[in-house]
């Protein structure tokens, strides 16, 4: 009886958690200059290595100098969990969009935050790294970029040739195929930034590329959900972020040949020389589910400052989960969603077994 209360009491407090943060960000617009405060200081952004012309689909490393005038406190993520507010100009695509609008994650995008703080002193300057690609796809055009205070960059998107993608297949493709036995941390780096050449690439053949060495990287998988069934805990969901296999299964979502990776994907889960693994079949269901136009798709929690959250209802008795911004119609498909894919989940892994 106690540890239900305590669950109860978990359950509540991560609701209004949840409202005060969707609260806070209601007045968030990424392209309003933040208002100036005692703490603000100063950020320089900086497109990395001094390029200002890529190819749709080329890496855009940025670095962001900043300072405080005061300490602040940041609770700590992943890298691949964090989020950055964008000024793009125009706005560019989400890359991950369907897997945050699936509704298949209970509230993993939201904000569970726990664990350790980053501590910034006033008066240092640091350092942050970014891949603008993580964010936004964008086509071929010229575009302005800024985040938050910082001063505008300007950059170059042209169109990426069958020539261009082919030479940057191929290298990243003669990394990954070479020896590594004896790899060097420096040489293990090479590898991870050409899955990441990879991911980003969008093109039929690195979608067909991703797919196949999908297996390779998920193989020695260790941590599996604490509940297999849909919602995934959203604790996990931030595991899976950290993991080799991210990269690839970032890379099939955000693909525009989703045919392709269905096809791919279909034919590596049933390979008889090895058997399927989870997040195989996961990414799998995902890509499927998202591509039939009967299920709905649903706000993620960071955007639920733009909508106007209701009062509890018996198909959603809490407030952080996605279905508080929605009819109860539109509940009952997410849940009709949620059990078709993991019905597909299940079908996946006994084909691929």
Same mark, same amino acid.
């Given at each position: ?8 009491? /978990? ?22 200059? @933040? !208002? ?19 190819? %749709? ?8 100098? =900043?300072?405080? &005038?005061?300490?602040?406190? &940041? ?17 560019? $695509?989400? @890359?991950?969009?369907?897997?945050? %609008?699936?509704?298949? #994650? ?13 501590? =910034? ?9 970014? !891949? ?7 086509? @071929? ?18 169109? /990426?040739?069958? %020539? #261009?993608?082919? %030479? ?27 899955? $990441?050449?990879?991911? =980003? ?6 979608? *067909?590329?991703?797919?196949?060495? =999908? #297996?390779?990287?998920?193989?020695? *998988? ?18 899976? $972020? ?15 040949? $989703? ?12 390979? @008889? ?23 709905? &798709?649903?706000?993620?929690? &960071? ?30 498909? *997410? ?19």
């Amino acid at each position: 009886m106690k540890f239900q209360w305590l669950c109860y009491l /978990a359950m509540a407090l991560a609701c209004c958690s949840s409202v005060q943060s969707a609260q806070a960000q209601k007045r968030t617009d990424p392209c309003e200059r @933040p !208002v100036t405060s005692p703490a603000t200081g100063t950020a320089k952004l900086t497109l990395k290595g001094g390029q200002s012309v890529y190819h %749709e689909g080329e890496i855009i490393p940025l670095e962001l100098k =900043f300072t405080y &005038r005061l300490v602040q406190y &940041r609770p700590r993520a992943g890298p691949n969990l964090r989020s950055f507010s964008f000024c793009l100009t125009p706005g560019g $695509r989400d @890359p991950l969009q369907d897997d945050e %609008e699936s509704g298949l #994650w209970g509230s993993a995008g939201g904000s569970f935050v726990s664990g350790p703080y980053d501590v =910034f002193d006033p008066g240092v300057t640091y350092v942050d790294n970014m !891949v603008l690609n993580e964010s936004k796809s964008v086509p @071929p055009g010229n575009y302005s970029l800024r985040l938050g205070i910082s001063n505008e960059v300007k950059f170059q998107i042209l169109p /990426a040739t069958p %020539e #261009w993608q082919a %030479e940057q297949l191929a290298s990243a493709l003669a990394v990954l195929d070479a020896d590594h036995t004896k790899d060097t941390p420096s040489d293990i780096e090479r590898t991870k930034q050409a899955v $990441r050449v990879l991911r =980003f690439l969008g093109s039929e053949a690195s979608t *067909r590329e991703l797919a196949r060495r =999908f #297996w390779f990287y998920d193989r020695q *998988r260790q941590v599996h959900p604490i509940s297999a069934e849909y919602p995934i805990n959203p604790f996990f969901y931030g595991y899976e $972020r950290s993991q080799d296999y991210w990269d690839i299964k970032a890379g099939l979502i955000a693909s525009s040949y $989703r045919a392709v990776a269905i096809e791919e994907l279909t034919a590596a889960i049933h390979d @008889p020389q090895h058997p399927a693994t989870r997040a195989m079949v996961e990414t799998l269901a995902l890509l499927e589910i998202q591509s039939k136009p009967e299920y709905p &798709r649903f706000i993620p929690m &960071r955007q639920y400052g733009q909508v106007e959250l209701q009062s509890p209802t018996p198909d959603c008795p809490f407030l952080f989960l996605p279905c508080a911004s929605h009819p109860s119609k539109f509940e009952k498909q *997410r849940q009709a969603k949620g059990a078709a894919y993991n019905d597909l989940v299940a079908e996946l892994l006994k084909q691929g077994q």
